[in-house]
T-cell receptor, first 116, second 113 residues
Framework: GAGVSQSPRYKVAKRGQDVALRCDPI?????LFWYQQALGQGPEFLTY????????KSGLPSDRFFAERPEGSVSTLKIQRTQQEDSAVYLC??????????????FGPGTRLTVL | GENVEQHPSTLSVQEGDSAVIKCTYS??????FPWYKQELGKRPQLIID?????GEKKDQRIAVTLNKTAKHFSLHITETQPEDSAVYFC????????????FGAGTILRVKS
């Protein structure tokens, strides 16, 4: 079956532009996560959804970052007024589990954002 | 919050030798420890995981050990092959934290043939 997909795969933005990154999780997966991976580093947690509810947004670096998952499936990560320090790979992951039962997180290929 | 440290940052081994990567975590509530392999430009892929009620788990050439008292866990790869060359990340998570993963900084493994 299809895995997690993300679009676009690459995005170049001028500083100050707004960008929107899309994630299509595996069908039926309840949990959805966004991570930011800087060059040469491990992924860092941004935010977490259980169905359409955003239960944890503690990792969002500033109020310029906003995420939504209105119907509990596709999610969009929006970055307003992009800055050079926003340049990174943005990874989306989904898992079947919810609550206290833990299942594997399946990652998408990521969107590489470059802010000039 | 949780913090995961990973060592070494780079590791070069000869084909056929073993490789060991070590991680420590800070939050004693963590109860799930996956290892991901990431090839250049590709997505992270789970290679093995372990839960806190188990001390060791093995899958063919790959094994993971967990010491809850010391709060560290290790990845062991035996009989390394060139295709094992990649970046390996350890991570920690606990279910009450929403299952978010806290990753180590990664280990670049090079297997020389």
């Amino acid at each position: 079956g299809a895995g997690v997909s993300q679009s676009p795969r690459y995005k170049v933005a001028k500083r100050g532009q707004d960008v929107a990154l899309r994630c299509d999780p595996i069908s039926g997966h309840v949990s959805l996560f966004w991570y930011q991976q800087a060059l040469g580093q491990g992924p860092e947690f941004l935010t977490y959804f259980q169905n359409e509810a955003q239960l944890d947004k503690s990792g969002l670096p500033s109020d310029r970052f906003f995420a939504e998952r209105p119907e509990g499936s596709v999610s969009t990560l929006k970055i307003q007024r992009t800055q050079q320090e926003d340049s990174a790979v943005y990874l989306c992951a989904s898992s079947f589990s919810a609550g206290r039962i833990y299942n594997e997180q399946f990652f998408g290929p990521g969107t590489r954002l470059t802010v000039l | 919050g949780e913090n995961v440290e990973q060592h070494p940052s780079t590791l070069s081994v000869q084909e056929g030798d073993s490789a060991v990567i070590k991680c420590t975590y800070s939050d004693s509530a963590s109860n799930y420890f996956p290892w991901y392999k990431q090839e250049l430009g590709k997505r992270p892929q789970l290679i093995i995981d372990i839960r806190s009620n188990v001390g060791e788990k093995k899958d063919q050439r790959i094994a993971v050990t967990l010491n809850k008292t010391a709060k560290h866990f290790s990845l062991h790869i035996t009989e390394t092959q060139p295709e094992d060359s990649a970046v390996y990340f350890c991570a920690a998570s606990y279910s009450r934290g929403g299952n978010k993963l806290v990753f180590g900084a990664g280990t670049i493994l090079r297997v020389k043939s």
